[in-house]
T-cell receptor, first 115, second 112 residues
Framework: DTGVSQDPRHKITKRGQNVTFRCDPISEHNRLYWYRQTLGQGPEFLTYFQNEAQLEKSRLLSDRFSAERPKGSFSTLEIQRTEQGDSAMYLC?????????????FGPGTRLLVL | DQQVKQNSPSLSVQEGRISILNCDYTNSMFDYFLWYKKYPAEGPTFLISISSIKDKNEDGRFTVFLNKSAKHLSLHIVPSQPGDSAVYFCAASALDRNQFYFGTGTSLTVIP
């Protein structure tokens, strides 16, 4: 399977705990995105990496959220001190080389429930 | 500020008929548009795209039409099949930007 993978697929945590999600993009893609999707809404952009550089961050990404892509391959999204409002589906997507108008391909998502 | 809008939350169509899903956008800088299909508990699956240099793109049963002057695009599915029942999202971006903007989705139900 050469698609985008995400781990875990589901996460239940208590309010105040930290959680970390992982995304493995399609291997030849150097662009990687994180989105959040809540019920009844479309995916909302959180952040974008080109190789290892985090080039764009949404205002939605509060200081409790941090994302990394240390070697330009897989990426992690960490949420510290989780709140009930963080409950959502967290989607990762990857895209081909910068400068090309290629589509982005999504992973299956990580569904987070904060109790 | 919703730059991409899907004003119909749901649509029901008989099997074999045409499904038409609509999407409007406000940002005239958008020049690349995509449609995604999403099943529950899965990530969105890419369906079809169109660049602003075209006004139509076809792929099998799926055709996307773009009307730049009206800032409107539509997805036609002909003939509709029960397996097409899903939530459809349109998305848009500008060539010099990396961010995609998504609509809120239209839930399509194809009735056998």
């Amino acid at each position: 399977d050469t698609g985008v993978s995400q781990d875990p697929r589901h996460k239940i945590t208590k309010r105040g705990q930290n959680v970390t999600f992982r995304c493995d993009p399609i291997s030849e893609h150097n662009r990687l995105y994180w989105y959040r999707q809540t019920l009844g809404q479309g995916p909302e952009f959180l952040t974008y990496f080109q190789n290892e550089a985090q080039l764009e961050k949404s205002r939605l990404l509060s200081d409790r959220f941090s994302a990394e892509r240390p070697k330009g391959s897989f990426s992690t999204l960490e949420i510290q001190r989780t709140e009930q409002g963080d409950s959502a589906m967290y989607l990762c997507a990857s895209r081909g080389l910068a400068g090309t108008q290629e589509t982005q391909y999504f992973g299956p998502g990580t569904r987070l429930l904060v109790l | 500020d919703q730059q991409v809008k899907q004003n119909s939350p749901s649509l029901s169509v008989q099997e074999g008929r045409i499904s038409i899903l609509n999407c409007d956008y406000t940002n005239s800088m958008f020049d690349y548009f995509l449609w995604y299909k999403k099943y529950p508990a899965e990530g969105p699956t890419f369906l079809i795209s169109i660049s602003s240099i075209k006004d139509k793109n076809e792929d099998g049963r799926f055709t996307v039409f773009l009307n730049k002057s009206a800032k409107h695009l539509s997805l036609h599915i002909v003939p509709s099949q029960p397996g097409d029942s899903a939530v459809y999202f349109c998305a848009a971006s500008a060539l010099d930007r990396n961010q995609f903007y998504f609509g809120t989705g239209t839930s399509l139900t194809v009735i056998p």
